[in-house]
């Protein structure tokens, strides 16, 4: 059913999420969806932006994860955040010259291009929507300095665990899990280049977890069995999230 | 003779960026601001306050950190004068991190309903502070990968190449020389190591000729040798914006 709106209205979920900040009225939704667009189903792996591209577009996840990336000078790689369905990847490319990382999808993805220069054209003609994308681009810019926390001063069971209550809480934010059960889209491999451990430690933080009775894993599938153990290995508060509808207080309890 | 006004350098560094008309200019000049001084480590914000001003930096330096819940500190971002340390609480209206004052500094502080005005009526100036904001997160996206993925040695000769480009832009850095404001600690907090480690990686890049550190004052001996070392591209700064 999901599919089935999805590609009726590629925008309508990115729409609600921005508007759970920051209402729009019904003339500015109508200018948004009426921007020029293409529709795209890209296989996992595919580069929807490389470093260095000078953008000629700006696109929206509407279906399918993504991860930001940088690769070092010597070949390694850091995960800098995982985009879930309704992200925006690349608005802050609206007005930088030059894409300064990479975003590769996760999964087979679906995704929406805008042309750059209509939507440059847009957010500055409609203050609304101006501070729309920019209260969105805020809570990214929040989420980045959380991971810098996260890999600079976490130790890696706590890095696991941050990296695993943020995905949660962000997909069910957007109703895409449900109570600490969802799946995964990540290897272990990946899981190590966002935290900045190796695979083998990942794998064995991963295993530690479970046999504490934190977590459930099946493949990819991961089921929260003790959310409040979790937070607190994890260290995790989730007012950096800066979720809608909670005046922007931490949560005790979910 | 009129009095020194100062947002003024807040406009210079704007207009040129977005082409501000001498309207654009004068509103900015118009805001409301008070001015506030800060000694060493003091906290300009503090995280979970709802925020009612955004700072801009006037004199001295400033830094974001966040504190682990067992008192461990992660320093996220050093700011400089002309910059805002906290530009994003005109819109989220609770701060997720501190702000505390690097040494003595001078603040403005702006009171973030004409701030947000002011960026709804006038395009160019809502275009210049989001494209402040964008470039503080590609910042934090490379310290990210600065203290995720680099070496003690790279880590440290990163974060005093930023800061040498960005001092540069200010006049404070010269030739390759500026007055070093951090502490070895507030450095070790910046780059995720223990202070010793800190400590050891600064007398290597002294030693192998980087940079010279002597009475507080800093020098890069070899700018090749120090971007090398540290990884750097400073295509995350984007200056040219």
């Known amino acids: ?254 | 003779m009129s009095e020194f006004h100062h947002l003024e350098p807040l406009v210079r560094r704007w207009s040129k960026r977005c082409r501000f008309s001498p309207d654009d200019c004068d509103a900015v000049r118009a805001l409301p601001y008070t001015r506030r001084t800060f000694g060493k480590d003091a906290y300009i914000v503090r995280e979970g306050e709802h925020t009612t001003d955004c700072t801009l930096l006037l004199r001295g330096f400033a830094f974001r950190q966040k504190l682990l819940t067992d008192g461990d500190r992660q320093i996220i971002s050093f700011h400089i004068p002309t910059e805002f340390v906290d530009l994003q609480n005109g819109l989220l209206g609770v701060a997720d991190h501190n702000v505390q004052s690097l040494n003595h500094s001078e603040v403005a502080s702006i009171p973030r309903g004409p701030l947000m005005s002011l960026a709804d009526e006038h395009p160019n100036i809502r275009l210049a502070m989001w494209i402040d904001t964008l470039i503080d997160s590609s910042v934090f996206r490379e310290w990210v990968v600065n203290v995720g993925r680099r070496d003690s040695r790279a880590r440290i000769a990163h974060l005093l190449c930023e800061l040498v480009l960005r001092l540069e832009r200010t006049g404070a850095c010269r030739d390759g020389m500026f007055d070093f404001p951090l502490t070895q600690e507030q450095l070790a907090d910046a780059t995720g190591l223990t202070a010793v480690h800190t400590n050891r990686t600064l007398q290597s890049l002294r030693r192998d000729n980087l940079i010279q550190l002597s009475n507080g004052i800093l020098r890069v001996v070899d700018w090749e040798g120090l971007r090398e070392v540290g990884d750097f591209d400073e295509l995350y700064l984007h200056q040219q914006v």
Not at chain 1, 210 to 233: K, P, S, Y
Request: glycine share 6%; aromatic share 6%.
């Open chain 1, 1 to 254: 059913m999901r599919g089935y709106q999805v590609v009726e209205y590629p925008l309508k979920a990115f729409l609600q999420d921005l508007q759970e900040h920051s209402p729009l009225s019904s003339e500015d939704e109508k200018a948004f969806l009426a921007l020029p667009m293409r529709l795209r189903h890209l296989d996992a792996g595919s580069y929807l932006v490389r470093e260095g591209d000078i953008p000629t577009h700006c696109c929206i996840l509407v279906d399918g994860y993504a991860f930001r990336q940088k690769v070092t000078g010597h070949g390694s790689r850091q995960i800098l955040s995982v985009c879930i369905p309704g992200d925006a990847i690349d608005f802050q490319n609206m007005f930088l010259d030059i894409s300064d990382h990479a975003v590769q999808l996760l999964t087979r993805s679906l995704v929406v291009d805008i042309p750059r220069e209509a939507l440059q054209e847009l957010v500055l003609r409609r203050p609304a929507i101006g501070v729309a994308v920019i209260h969105s681009t805020l809570i990214e810019a929040s989420i980045l300095r959380e991971w810098v926390v996260n890999v600079g001063r976490r130790d890696a069971r706590a890095r696991i665990a941050h990296i695993l209550c943020e995905f949660a809480v962000r997909l069910e934010a957007r109703g895409l899990a449900s109570r600490g059960n969802f799946e995964l889209p990540m290897t272990q491999e990946q899981l190590a280049d966002a935290t900045s451990l190796t695979p083998v430690h990942v794998n064995r933080v991963l295993k530690s977890l479970q046999a504490e009775g934190l977590i459930n894993r099946q493949r990819r599938n991961i089921q929260f069995t003790d959310w409040r153990a979790l937070q607190e290995v994890a260290d995790f508060s989730r007012r950096y999230l800066h979720l809608p509808g909670e005046d922007d207080v931490a949560v005790a309890a979910m």
